[in-house]
Nanobody
Framework: VQLVESGGGLVQAGGSLRLSCAAS????????MGWFRQAPGKEREFVAA???????YYTDSVKGRFTISRDNAKNTVYLEMNSLKPEDTAVYYC?????????????????WGQGTQVTVSS
């Protein structure tokens, strides 16, 4: 599986961005899909994940502001980010795995995109 993110950029605090992740492969609908992020000087952290038929899961800091969704016909997963804060500034990575053992553990995810930069100015 190859993952290619897009949609990052510079936005003011309170603004919105939508990240996209296009995936290769014919079994996209079978995969768990998710997003991680890494801020400067910090460890990579889990943001959100989803699988068809299951409720999406979010880290507490983005609940109510971010929404993960997918379009299986387009092999694409999205991260809609609203009410952005400067602390959301990070490189955002799309991830995929058939059976991640622990959603919030980066070691559980086999496939990673190259990342897209999101910068939120105050």
């Amino acid at each position: 599986v190859q993952l290619v993110e897009s949609g990052g950029g510079l936005v003011q605090a309170g603004g919105s961005l939508r990240l996209s992740c296009a995936a290769s492969g014919r079994t996209f609908s079978s995969y768990f899909m998710g997003w991680f992020r890494q801020a400067p000087g910090k460890e990579r952290e889990f943001v959100a994940a989803m699988h068809p038929g299951l409720r999406p899961y979010y880290t507490d800091s983005v609940k109510g502001r971010f929404t993960i969704s997918r379009d299986n016909a387009k092999n694409t997963v999205y991260l809609e980010m609203n009410s952005l804060k400067p602390e959301d500034t990070a490189v955002y990575y799309c991830v995929a795995d058939l059976t991640p053992s622990t959603l919030v553990d980066q070691q559980s995810w086999d496939y990673w995109g190259q990342g897209t930069q999101v910068t939120v100015s105050s």
